[in-house]
């Protein structure tokens, strides 16, 4: 009796260990995400966002579409994927108002933490690091890549997909950004991906 007790005292505080472990390297996944984000990011956003704020596309966006669809389907993109994903797609203004003003680009590494790494993310991420354990090992091995820290930006970029919205309003953002003037080989190219994706 005395053993079993001792025995399962031992196992819980294991798991507390673990449980801590995990913990504390996801914590540490966050604050690096959060680092790359503000080192990385912000100054080549800040810069991008003085030089470019005012430009203006040369020509309009269904020029644009049209050339960017022959771009497309010269990549291999198939009739069908561009018919249901990118056909309907619209410029969406908001989109580009709500690019120019990403005012989390302005925050220290402080302020960004703390106003995005909380309790209910920590619990979160423990979560998804035990339920897609075995997807998370393949991903490390594969890209080397800690699953701690892909579980932090995937807690960073939409709240555990929280934030996601629908797939025509995914693609027309995508869309808008690829014909703004300000970043559009860089969406055009995350465009391309999201349609290889479909």
Known sequence: MHNRRWAGVARVNGQAERASCVGRAVAIGMAAAAAVF?????????TEAAAR???????TFKEFKARFRRELQAAGISRRTLGRAYDPVTYKASIIRRDRRQSIFALTFIQFSERLISAPRFKTSQRKLRR??????????????????????????????ATTSKQSKIFSSLAT??????????????????????
Not at 38 to 46: G, K, L, R
Not at 177 to 198: G, H, N, T, W
């Open 177 to 198: 950004l690829a014909y703004d003037c300000r970043r559009p080989e860089m969406f055009q190219k995350e465009l391309l991906s999201a349609l290889q994706i479909v």
């Open 38 to 46: 503000v080192s990385s990011f912000a100054p080549f956003v800040a």
């Open 53 to 59: 704020t005012k430009c203006k596309p040369t020509d």
């Open 132 to 161: 897609r354990a075995s997807l998370f090992a393949d991903a490390e091995r594969k890209y080397g890549v800690p699953r701690e820290v892909i579980t932090a930006f995937w807690a960073l970029e939409s709240d555990f997909g």
